[in-house]
């Protein structure tokens, strides 16, 4: 006979999404106070802005570490869903247009979540220690931008400039490392340098810094045009790693 109260659905079932539901209450409430306690956090706070004791929030996070590796791998996943969702829009043979519509994704989601951006690459978190389980999705990005230069490499389109520094033996071993890593754990064929690597590195770490700097007010007073300031860097970047522009031609202007 079917449940009166429940539509039919199981009291099981009714537990779990009520709890489901909590759970995402509980975050939407958090990223909010986040916006206000940054790194200071506390369950107690979120407990106070729902109008309930802080002990009833421990049957659904244990601790406030709890909760933040939830926003955090929340937030993770959110950014790299956009930048792949980015990429996937794009012909996969043209390099350059793959590579800025990654790049234009991560700032898009950053400018519109600032809280979470700063939650993931602001300042650490006193006594909090990220686990193992948010690497991975903290790598979706430098892994997109790393598959954009193995392809164009596969297909013999990159060309990067030559440089007059070269990598230190110790980094290019990290590299060699890090390329054979990918390779066997994905089964994927690449003779992508390790010199290509550690630029998409460059690349990675000028992204995230650019953005960084925009989001926390370090470009206040010096650039104002910070798309088109940000496209340039970009683009800058993708010559560096040495990813074609597109065949009918570069619409950058100078």
Not at 176 to 185: G, H, K, M, N, T
Not at 213 to 240: P, W
């Amino acid at each position: 006979m079917p449940d009166l109260y429940t539509g039919g659905m199981s009291a099981p079932s009714l537990r779990a999404r009520v709890r489901t539901e909590m759970i995402e209450e509980i975050k939407a409430v958090a990223r909010r106070r986040l916006a206000v306690d940054g790194a200071a956090l506390s369950l107690r706070g979120v407990a106070r802005d729902m109008g309930i004791v802080a002990s009833a929030l421990y049957r659904y996070f244990p601790s406030r570490d709890d909760l933040l590796t939830a926003l955090i791998l929340e937030g993770y996943e959110s950014l790299g869903a956009a930048a792949t969702s980015a990429a996937a829009a794009v012909s996969e043979v043209d390099y350059r247009g793959r590579w800025i519509a990654v790049c234009h994704a991560v700032r898009d989601w950053a400018l519109a979540h600032p809280t979470e951006y700063g939650l993931l690459y602001g300042n650490p978190v006193p006594g909090y220690n990220a686990p193992r389980d948010t690497i991975r999705p903290a790598s979706t990005v430098v892994l997109l931008l790393t598959d954009i230069a193995m392809a164009a490499t596969a297909a013999g389109r990159i060309d990067p400039p030559r440089l007059s520094t070269h990598l230190p033996a110790p980094v290019r071993a990290d590299l060699r490392a890090l390329i054979d890593q990918r390779v066997q754990a994905e089964q994927l064929v690449s003779d992508l340098p390790e010199e290509t690597l550690g630029r998409v590195f460059a690349s990675w770490t000028q992204l995230f810094g650019l953005i960084g700097f925009e989001i926390f007010g370090r470009l206040e007073g010096a650039i104002e045009a910070r798309a088109d300031y940000f496209d340039h860097q970009m683009n800058l970047m993708a010559d560096l790693v040495g990813i074609p522009a597109a065949e009918n031609g570069d619409d950058r202007t100078d």
